[in-house]
Every structure is written in structure tokens, then in C-alpha cells.
């Protein structure tokens, strides 16, 4: 059985509470025989800098580089607020991003029934939702130069960004989602701004290629960004596979994100290039919520967005769908029985705390898998 090389980056705040939930499950699928991890564990953010002065070392650096995947918690929190800013804790989660050259970032937004009124669409609109927005993240807007403010000498300032795609990176982030939309529903929707923006223009024509070339069993549709944005709170059970460039990609994801409730269920992962020797990738996979301080410590945070990106590094580092699949259905069982942490309450549901949720879906695996 092929060993999975797993490294585990608690964090700060939260992280740590629901990251050893997913120890929990990783220490008992070892047990099991079902998958054999090698696990190692490093600080990263605030907690990195209180010991090493740095938010990320070389050292951790080195190891996630070597793993097969790598697990984030979350990191930040008000102790850190005054501290130098290229070592503040989000500069460990950047550094990360950067050198693992993670250029895809997947964002599933899905809605459990046991939650649907939860949000703030009508049931019907998301009741039974499964989409996955494909976000580029190494380039765009965000990292384009130049990227300055001059002072113009009349008392004006002017700010300029600069949005910058060349061919490759359009090239790549199709064919993660073309990959994706294979392996669920079949059908991608390209977003860009071809209207009024020339790298629409050439993000159009190169997905447009992409999917001539290599993906025509695939059904694909292009749509304005805006109009995509209107069109994922009227009906967005119309889509499946969503891709589009980092600054749509960012905005689009937080709105798919919020049709589905709270921030302690949305999980994420980024993916870089598929080494040519190996055929693996460099992976990062994190909950989309942050260190949430206001709860930090109490036992109240939610664990299922960790435990779902756990399922996701399941899945998309380790090939294990099926396994996967069981601690999706487990969190779904579970909502349905009607436990909640505190975030996700709702009436006549039992409310319970980080580890008995993180027991609770255990629980449910291991009768899914009996
Ligand atoms: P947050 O996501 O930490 O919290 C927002 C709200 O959601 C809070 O009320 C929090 O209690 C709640 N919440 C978040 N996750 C939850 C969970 N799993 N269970 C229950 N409730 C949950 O965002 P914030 O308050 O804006 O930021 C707090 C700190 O986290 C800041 O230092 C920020 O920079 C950092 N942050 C880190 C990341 C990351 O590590 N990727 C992402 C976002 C924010």
C-alpha cells in the first residue's frame, strides 16, 4: 500500500481544535488499514513567529515541498496585529501558496438538506447544491505589474493595477476544471469580462481552445462575469464546474459561499502543476473560515469545514473517491440527526461542541464502512 506523506499546519485560534479532528480520523483510517499516512506536524502564522520569529521556517517550508499534501488550519488573531509585516501570520499561508506555486484554487459550494434553511436563498434554490468554482490564483490583477500610486503634483494621486494573463496560465487553469468537470457533472461555465477587458478576451479565446483540443466530450458554456454573479443566487443548480480568473474567482466564491450558510462548512483546496515524473501535485487543502478568535479555546468551533478538506485531500491528493464520499455522507448523516455547533444552531437541534461533532462523524464513517 502506497504511503500518503500528510503535513499537518494547526495554526493559531481555531486551527488546532479542528485539526485534531482530523487526526482523529486520520489516526483511526490507519488503524483501519484503509490508507497508510506518514504525518508530520509544524507550526505556521503566529505560533511559528512566538517560537522562530518567522510565520513559515525553511524547515517547514522544506516539508511541505516533500509532502503529498499539506493541511492548513488557520492562522492571525490580535496578538500578531503589531507584528512586522512580512513575517505577520497571513505571510506563512502566502509564502506557501507562492512556493508550492499552487496556481488553482477549488472552492466546492455545496448545501446539505439538513441546512438548506439556513440560507439565506429560498430551500428550493439550493436545496440539493453541488458546484465547484475553479478560481486562478497565481495571477491577474493581484499580482500584475505595475502596481503603484504616484503622486501626480496637483494634488491628485493616481492608483494603478495592472490585470496580466499570458497563455499558459489560462491554458492550465481550464484544464483543471475540463479534469474536474469529468469526473462530476460534465459541464463547465467559463466567466470573464471579454466586453470590456482584453485578457477576457484572450481568456475566452484560449478556454475556447483548450476545449476544442482536449475536452470536447465536455459541454462548455461562457458567460460575462457579471451576468454569471446574478445568475449564482437566481438558479445556481445551472451550474457544475465554474472557472474563471482570480479577481471574478475571488468574489464569485465568497457569494457561492455564503448560498450555503456558515463559514465552518466551507472547505477549499489549491492545487499546483502535476509533476511529469511522479504524476503527483503539489496540494494545499483549508477551510475558507479564519482563526476565529472570538471563539478560539472555548470548544465551540465548527470542524466539519477542516474535516471536509481533509475529504478533499482524500479524493484529489490521495485517490481515495470512495473514502472521500464516506466522510461527505457522514457530515450529512450527521446534520440530518440534528447535532449543530453553536455557529449552524438551529431550533430543536442538539447543540455540540468541537469534539463531539468530530466523534459524531467518525461515528457515522465507521458504520458508513462496516
Ligand atoms: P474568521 O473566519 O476567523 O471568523 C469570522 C466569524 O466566523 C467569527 O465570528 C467566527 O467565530 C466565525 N467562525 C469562523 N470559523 C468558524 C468555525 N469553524 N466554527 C464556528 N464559527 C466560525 O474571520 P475574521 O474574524 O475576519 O478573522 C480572524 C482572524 O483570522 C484574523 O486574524 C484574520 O486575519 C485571520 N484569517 C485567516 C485566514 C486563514 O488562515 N486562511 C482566513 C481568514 C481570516
Known amino acids: 500500500m502506497a504511503t500518503h506523506k500528510l503535513l499537518l499546519l494547526p495554526g493559531d485560534g481555531i486551527g488546532p481544535e479542528v ?3 482530523v487526526r482523529r480520523l486520520v489516526t483511526w483510517i490507519s488503524q483501519q488499514g484503509l490508507a497508510t499516512f506518514e504525518v508530520e506536524e509544524e507550526l505556521v502564522g503566529g505560533a511559528s513567529y512566538d517560537a522562530d520569529k518567522v510565520a513559515v521556517t525553511d524547515a517547514t517550508m522544506a516539508r511541505a515541498m516533500a ?4 493541511l492548513f488550519g488557520a492562522v492571525g488573531g490580535p496578538k500578531w496585529d503589531a507584528v512586522p509585516y512580512d513575517v505577520r501570520p497571513e505571510a506563512g499561508l502566502l509564502r506557501l501558496r507562492k512556493d508550492l506555486a499552487l496556481f488553482a484554487n477549488l472552492r466546492p459550494a ?16 439550493i436545496e440539493g447544491l453541488d458546484i465547484m468554482i475553479v478560481r486562478e490564483l497565481t495571477g491577474g490583477v493581484y499580482f500584475g505589474e505595475p502596481k503603484t500610486i504616484t503622486e501626480l503634483g496637483n494634488g491628485q494621486k493616481r492608483a494603478v493595477d495592472t490585470q496580466v494573463y499570458d497563455t499558459y496560465e489560462i491554458e492550465r487553469i481550464a484544464a483543471v476544471a475540463f479534469d474536474l468537470a469529468r469526473k462530476r ?14 485578457s477576457g478576451v484572450l481568456w475566452n479565446e484560449v478556454v475556447t481552445q483548450v476545449h476544442k483540443r482536449d475536452y470536447a466530450d465536455v459541454a462548455l458554456e461562457h458567460m460575462l462575469a457579471d451576468a454569471g454573479g446574478m445568475q449564482l443566487v437566481r438558479w445556481p443548480k445551472q451550474f457544475d464546474v465554474i472557472v474563471t480568473d482570480n479577481l471574478f474567482g475571488d468574489m464569485l466564491s465568497d457569494v457561492a459561499a455564503m448560498l450555503t450558510g456558515s463559514l465552518g462548512m466551507l472547505p477549499s483546496a489549491s492545487l499546483g502543476a502535476t509533476d511529469a515524473a511522479t504524476g503527483k501535485r503539489r496540494a494545499l487543502y483549508e477551510p475558507v473560515h479564519g482563526s476565529a478568535p472570538d471563539i ?18 482524500l479524493r484529489y491528493s490521495f485517490d481515495m473517491g470512495a473514502l472521500a464520499d464516506s466522510v461527505e455522507q457522514a457530515i450529512a448523516a450527521v446534520l440530518a440527526k440534528g447535532l449543530r455547533t453553536a455557529d449552524i444552531r438551529s431550533e430543536g437541534a442538539t447543540i455540540v461542541n468541537t469534539a463531539q461533532m468530530g466523534e459524531a462523524i467518525l461515528k457515522e464513517v465507521q458504520a458508513l464502512l462496516k
Do not use: H, Q
Not at 457533472?185 to 482584453?198: A, C, F
Open 19 to 21: 485539526m485534531a479532528e
Open 67 to 70: 509532502a503529498d499534501a499539506v
Open 110 to 125: 455545496l448545501c446539505y438538506p439538513a441546512l438548506a434553511d439556513a440560507s439565506s436563498l429560498k430551500r428550493e434554490i
Open 185 to 198: 457533472r460534465n459541464k463547465v461555465t467559463s466567466m470573464d469580462k471579454r466586453n470590456v477587458m482584453k
Open 296 to 313: 478560539a479555546g472555548k470548544g465551540m468551533a465548527n470542524p466539519i469545514a477542516m474535516l471536509a478538506s481533509f475529504a478533499m485531500a
